[in-house]
C-alpha cells in the first residue's frame, strides 16, 4: 500500500503543506521521509495536544489549538515542554489575522487573507462567507514585523480542482522555523472547518468539507 505523497505546486513557496484525508503533509521543506501531522492522541485528555508534527513515528513538535483558532506549539508532547511558538489570532470585520509570537524572536503580524482566484465569495477569508462553496479559492497575506515592513507572506489553496483539498504555502522570513509555519497552518484549518460549519452546506448527503480532491488536467 501507498503512503501518502508529497505534492508539488507551482509557487515559490519554501514552506508547503496540504491536507491528506484529516491529516497533512509537509511537502517543503522536504524531508526524507517527509514529516506528517497527524493526531497527537487517539484519545486525548484536555492537557493533550491535538495534534504532532512526527517524522518515523518521532515527535518533533506538537500543538495545542484552543477551539478559537489559536495554536500554541511545543517541543514535545507536555505542556512543559520547550515553547516554540504560538499563533494568536484576531479579526476585523470577521476577517482573520494571524499574530506569530516566538519566544526568542519580535513577533509578525499578517494582515488579512486577501482572495486572489476562484470563488464568488468574499474578497477576504471571512467569517461573513454565505454558503461553505463561496470559500473556495486562493488566499494571500502579508507577513509584517514590527515596524510594519513585509518580510514574507502565508498563503492557503481550497477547492476541488486543487491538488489538494486544502494547501497551506508561505514564503517564510529568516529565523521563523517551519515548525511554527505548522502552527499558523493548523490555526488557519480551524478557522476553515469554523466558517464551513456556520455556513449554508451546498452538499447534499455528506458532511459538507471537502477532503478529497480532483485536480484537472491541465
Known sequence: MRGPEV?????????????????F??????????????????????????????REGDTVAAYWLDGNAGTVARAG?????HLL???RPSWKDNEIRLRIERPDAEPLQSDVFTRLTGGGGTPALSRNI??????????RASLRDATGKEVGWLGLRIGPYELAPRIFEGVLPA?????IAVAAALSLNSEIDWIEAHTLNVYQGNTGQLMQSFPMNK
Open 175 to 179: 529565523g521563523l522555523s517551519p515548525d
Open 130 to 139: 454565505q454558503a461553505n462553496i463561496d470559500i473556495r479559492g486562493r488566499y
Open 85 to 87: 511558538g504560538a499563533i
Open 77 to 81: 508532547m507536555q505542556q512543559s515542554s
Open 7 to 23: 505534492i508539488s505546486i507551482d509557487s515559490d513557496a519554501t514552506f508547503v503543506m496540504h491536507m491528506e484525508h484529516r491529516e
Open 25 to 54: 503533509l509537509v511537502d517543503r521543506p522536504l524531508y526524507r521521509p517527509p514529516e506528517m501531522v497527524e493526531p497527537a492522541e487517539w484519545l486525548r485528555t484536555f492537557d493533550d495536544p491535538t495534534w504532532a508534527l512526527r
